[in-house]
């Protein structure tokens, strides 16, 4: 069993910052490409961040020059640093992980969500 816990998120105003975690947990043998995505209300779930084991990194054009993701692998964390919000970013937040459980075997994993709302 894997679980992946999001925190970090609220209320921001625009051009703040916030910074979210996600921590992943349980029988994991190994953890390769983690990222986080986002969903507005009434919208497509869409991609924020992806973050490779060896730590290359893939950003969404409208988030990009704005928002950083970086990993831990110690403590099976990842991060995202998110600077000059804007009302557009607001979105509920998942954290999504690559992950082995065992040699061989790899599944798909999502976290709850966590709020991030930017206010004008």
């Known amino acids: 069993q894997v679980q992946l816990v999001e925190s970090g998120g609220g209320l921001v105003q625009a051009g703040g910052s916030l910074r979210l975690s996600c921590a992943a947990s349980g029988s994991i043998f190994s953890i390769s490409t983690m990222g986080w995505y986002r969903q507005a209300p009434g919208k497509q779930r869409e991609l924020v961040a992806l973050i490779t084991s060896r730590g290359n990194t893939n950003y969404a054009d409208s988030v990009k020059g704005r928002i950083t993701i970086s990993r831990d692998n110690a403590k099976n964390t990842i991060y995202l640093q998110m600077n000059s919000l804007k009302p557009e970013d607001t979105a509920v937040y998942y954290c999504?992980?690559?992950?082995?459980?065992?040699?061989?075997?790899?599944?798909?994993?999502w976290g709850q969500g966590t709020q991030v709302t930017v206010s004008s």
């Open positions: 999504n992980a690559d992950v082995s459980i065992r040699y061989g075997q790899w599944d798909d994993y």
